[in-house]
């Protein structure tokens, strides 16, 4: 699992641009830049709906205060669905990141099954981490629920 002071893989990952889906490289993203990044385990779901995305989406200007570039949220869906629910929860300042095949998920040690859920057999964990030109400062997992890894969390450690 990445832990404080490893530095971000570099993993080609989706956003969707003004054209339709792009391509970005995940360490790019994370280069000369102060970041937020936090993970979910689906696009829709109850927790990531309510309270995960949309924290972080209220909480931009907060973040934004205390220096962070960039907030972006990930999870293990295709960017046609992560765009969607960017639309539908978040707000602009929220960077929607899909990771369609679970590689960066993957790279990072961060999968979970969640075949149980009938969610697939290969989805991420809930976390979020704090990151500084591409070196993670900080890793924060929930396994259960959302404490470790939610906005208030992360503005204490910022």
Not at 88 to 113: C, I, K, Q, R, W
Not at 132 to 146: R, S, T
Request: glycine content about 8%; overall charge negative.
């Amino acid at each position: 699992m990445i832990q404080a002071q490893d530095t971000i893989p570099a993993v080609e990952l989706q956003i969707m641009g003004d054209s339709g889906p792009e391509t970005v490289n995940s360490a790019e993203l994370c280069k000369d830049k102060k970041v937020v990044l936090f993970a979910v385990p689906g696009a829709f779901t109850p927790t990531c709906s309510a309270a995960h995305l949309p924290g972080f989406a209220a909480s931009a200007e907060a973040l934004k205060a205390k220096g962070v570039d960039s907030i972006i949220c990930t999870s293990v869906n295709d960017v046609f669905v992560m765009h969607a629910w960017g639309l539908a929860n978040g707000s602009e300042d929220v960077v929607m990141l899909a990771d369609g095949n679970g590689e960066f998920a993957e790279a990072l040690g961060l999968t979970m099954d969640a075949s149980g859920f009938k969610m697939g057999s290969l989805r991420s964990k809930r976390y979020a981490m704090i990151i500084e030109n591409g070196v993670v400062q900080h890793v924060a997992v929930d396994n259960k629920g959302l404490d470790l890894s939610s906005v208030e969390a992360i503005l204490a450690k910022l």
